[in-house]
């Protein structure tokens, strides 16, 4: 059983920055990838960030440039640093870790933080 545990969140105005923490109860050094999902209202949940093994990382066009995935090893912990925010990136964010290389999809997720943008 792994436990994800995200933080951070909050209500941010337009324009404004937030750094979302996913807090793993086991080395993340052990995942094949960890993400960063985001479910608006009425929207289906879409990836917006993924940082691999390799610390290779990608993005959803809509966080390049503004948003920048991360990892601390030692903690246990990823990071979602989250810049120039807008009033469409209201969601709550998920973090998530693929722990088998077998097959496609992420394993385990947490239960989520969320975040809101004021115009």
């Known amino acids: 059983q792994v436990q994800l545990v995200e933080s951070g969140g909050g209500l941010v105005q337009a324009g404004g920055s937030l750094r979302l923490s996913c807090a793993a109860s086991r080395s993340i050094s052990s995942f094949i990838a960890m993400g960063w999902y985001r479910q608006a209202p009425g929207k289906q949940r879409e990836l917006v960030a993924t940082?691999?093994?390799?610390?290779?990382?990608n993005y959803a066009d809509s966080a390049k440039g503004r948003f920048t995935i991360s990892r601390d090893n030692a903690k246990n912990t990823v990071y979602l640093q989250m810049n120039g925010l807008a009033p469409e990136d209201t969601a709550v964010y998920y973090c998530?870790?693929?722990?088998?290389?077998?097959?496609?999809?992420?394993?385990?997720w947490g239960r989520g933080t969320q975040v809101t943008v004021s115009s």
């Open positions: 998530a870790a693929d722990a088998t290389p077998w097959k496609a999809g992420y394993d385990y």
């Open positions: 940082i691999h093994g390799s610390g290779y990382t």
